[in-house]
T-cell receptor, first 119, second 114 residues
Framework: GAGVSQSPRYKVAKRGQDVALRCDPI?????LFWYQQALGQGPEFLTY????????KSGLPSDRFFAERPEGSVSTLKIQRTQQEDSAVYLC?????????????????FGPGTRLLVL | AQSVTQPDIHITVSEGASLELRCNYS??????LFWYVQSPGQGLQLLLK??????LVQGIKGFEAEFKRSQSSFNLRKPSVHWSDAAEYFC????????????FGKGTRLSVIA
C-alpha cells in the first residue's frame, strides 16, 4: 500500500507560534517513531508509540514538545512556543511489530519529513 | 551507549567508479545494522539491513555491505556508481530487541561527477 505520509511538507513559523505536524503511517503498522534531523546531521530519536501507547519519549528536547497517537494510527507532533533551534526536518517512521515471533529489529519505513523553519 | 561514526562527510567519485562508504559502530552486543539513502527533500529509503547470518548483505540499486565484527564496521559498497546515486547516505544501528529507536551516523554526502 501507500508509504508513510507527512503533512505539511514545509512549515514556516514565527518564533513563539505553536505548530502541529502530522504523520500517517503505513496501514497496519503498529509502531511509530518521530525523529528530528538538524541541518547536516543524522536523524535523532524523539519519541515512540506502539499503537496508542507512547512507550518512550526520552528524546523529546523539552516540555514544549508533545506527541500523540490517540487511535493508534495517525500521529501528531506538536511544538509549543517554537524557538529558532526547533528548525529542522521532522521525520516519521513506522514499522510492523509482529508479536509472538522471535524478537528482532523491525525495519522502519520513513516518510518524506516536514521541514520546519522558525523565524 | 550506542553510537555510529561515518568518518567521511563528503565523497566525490566519478561515474562508473567503485564506491565504499565507511561506517563504524559502538555497541555492547550484536547490533542490527542498516544503510539508508536520502535524496534532497526526500525521506530515508532503506538500502539494506543486517540482522544475522551471512555477513555480506545485498541491497537495492546494486549496493552491498559487509559486517565485520572484529572491526565494528559495516561498510557500504557499489562496484559502479551511477549519477543518480548522488545523495546522502546514513548508517544506523539498532539493538536486537524489537522496535526500538535507531541511532544514526551523521551521514556521508556522495557527489558523482562525469
Amino acid at each position: 500500500g501507500a508509504g508513510v505520509s507527512q503533512s505539511p511538507r514545509y512549515k514556516v513559523a514565527k518564533r513563539g507560534q505553536d505548530v502541529a505536524l502530522r504523520c500517517d503511517p503505513i496501514s497496519g503498522h503498529v509502531s511509530l517513531f518521530w525523529y528530528q534531523q538538524a541541518l547536516g546531521q543524522g536523524p535523532e530519536f524523539l519519541t515512540y508509540f506502539q499503537n496508542e501507547a507512547q512507550l518512550d519519549k526520552s528524546g523529546l528536547p523539552s516540555d514544549r514538545f508533545f506527541a500523540e497517537r490517540p487511535e493508534g494510527s495517525v500521529s501528531t507532533l506538536k511544538i509549543q512556543r517554537t524557538q529558532q533551534e526547533d528548525s529542522a526536518v521532522y521525520l516519521c517512521a513506522s514499522s510492523l511489530f509482529q508479536t509472538g515471533l522471535a524478537v528482532y529489529q523491525e525495519t522502519q519505513y520513513f516518510g518524506p519529513g516536514t521541514r520546519l523553519l522558525v523565524l | 551507549a550506542q553510537s555510529v561514526t561515518q568518518p567521511d562527510i563528503h565523497i566525490t567519485v566519478s561515474e562508473g567508479a567503485s564506491l565504499e562508504l565507511r561506517c563504524n559502530y559502538s555497541y555492547g552486543a550484536t547490533p542490527y545494522l542498516f544503510w539508508y539513502v536520502q535524496s534532497p527533500g526526500q525521506g530515508l529509503q532503506l538500502l539494506l539491513k543486517y540482522f544475522s547470518g551471512d555477513t555480506l548483505v545485498q541491497g537495492i540499486k546494486g549496493f552491498e555491505a559487509e559486517f565485520k565484527r572484529s572491526q565494528s564496521s559495516f561498510n557500504l559498497r557499489k562496484p559502479s556508481v551511477h549519477w543518480s546515486d548522488a545523495a546522502e547516505y546514513f548508517c544506523a544501528v539498532g539493538p536486537n530487541s524489537g522496535n526500538t529507536p535507531l541511532v544514526f551516523g551523521k551521514g556521508t554526502r556522495l557527489s558523482v561527477i562525469a
